[in-house]
């Protein structure tokens, strides 16, 4: 993990030095590369929320921010226009598939037994919020828009959540929280609803949310009331 880290944390100052590139648009977790630079001048652009919960705001902001600094405002308000209607679209294809499905806690599995859960400021809430839908939480998450939980804090949650779990989920992992009693009390693919999304980039602005709620149009939910 941290040399993983180090490389994400440290572009490749060979491959930057022969890009023919006028300006660097980067964020706050990169400003301290721009000495890999030289002369090209840089801005920072960041797609998260500015406060406890996060809004659409908080994305068509930047977006126009962006648009500014390309010196084309008017296709950054384009995609921000056909971002929402494509929002929308998927809102409408989820709705005639799953009518009932209106609440949704969304985490991803670190391992068997602990997780993240993406509250009120991560990417997730101005997602389904315009698709009509509620994101349940369990806390205040951090400046990364989530809260580490355990598979028994899971219990808190009412039967009308339907759990979203965010991909890749190891085969192993897989296997073991089948094999969990706790999960197998819990009865997520048979009392209560469950489903499973492709990973989506948290930071990746209004093409994120917009992948994301397309990838809700489509995922198949299981167990509970609300796959009715």
């Not at 400021?121 to 839908?133: K, Y």
């Amino acid at each position: 993990m941290g040399s993983e880290m180090c490389i994400r944390d440290r572009p490749n100052a060979e491959l930057i030095a022969q890009l023919p590139v006028d300006m660097v648009i980067d964020n706050y977790f990169y400003e301290h590369a721009r000495n890999l630079y030289g002369d090209v001048p840089a801005e920072s652009v960041m797609f998260a929320a500015k406060g406890e919960k996060a809004t659409w705001a908080d994305y068509t902001e930047p977006t126009r921010e962006l648009g500014m600094l390309i010196d084309n405002p008017k296709m950054a308000e384009d995609y921000i226009v056909q971002s929402q209607k494509e929002v929308q679209l998927a809102s409408q294809q989820f709705q005639q598939r799953y009518p009932k499905a209106k609440k949704f806690a969304v985490v991803q599995f670190a391992d068997a037994n602990n997780m993240r859960m993406y509250v009120a400021n991560s990417l997730f809430q101005p997602a389904l919020e315009q698709m009509g839908r509620e994101l349940v939480v369990l806390g205040k998450g951090n400046q990364w828009g989530f809260v580490p939980i355990r598979m028994g804090d899971l219990a808190q949650l009412d039967d009308e959540t339907c759990l979203l779990i965010i991909d890749p989920l190891s085969p192993i992992t897989r296997a073991e929280i089948d094999d969990s009693l706790i999960w197998q009390r819990l009865g997520y693919g048979n009392t209560r609803c469950v489903g499973e999304l492709p990973p989506v980039w948290i930071y990746g602005g209004m093409s994120s949310l917009v992948s994301l709620a397309n990838n809700l149009s489509e995922v198949s939910l299981k167990g509970g009331d609300v796959v009715l």
